[in-house]
């Protein structure tokens, strides 16, 4: 059984390396000058990063997942909207793992 104690001091001390990365790298980008390359690439980091978690564990997944991800991005082109896209992608992964798939 996990102790409570430290339990509860991982979490706090993962709560400050994350604080930390993410005021350092606020710090850091006060230093650089924002160019349209630079705008671009920071605009464009968050999609690659996502892409780079998702489709390994998709690929690695029962076939239900992968009719699920590809719901949301189907949904997630059309409609702009990452929320309805996750909803969809949720609602198809669940009803694949109800019906046995």
């Keep these: 059984m996990v102790d409570t104690v430290a339990a509860v001091t991982a979490v706090l001390l993962l709560t400050l390396v994350t604080m930390a990365t993410r005021l350092g790298g606020v710090w850091m980008m006060s230093y650089v000058e924002i160019t349209p390359r630079i705008e671009a690439?920071?605009?464009?980091?968050?999609?690659?990063?996502?892409?780079?978690?998702?489709?390994?564990?998709?690929?690695?997944?029962?076939?239900?997942?992968?009719?699920?991800?590809?719901?949301?991005?189907?949904?997630?082109?059309?409609?702009?909207n990452a929320l309805a896209a996750m909803l969809v992608g949720a609602a198809l992964a669940a009803a694949g793992k109800n019906l046995g798939m």
């Design 41 to 80: 690439f920071l605009k464009y980091m968050a999609v690659s990063v996502l892409i780079s978690i998702v489709v390994p564990a998709t690929l690695a997944a029962a076939p239900r997942i992968w009719i699920a991800v590809a719901a949301a991005g189907i949904v997630a082109a059309i409609t702009r």
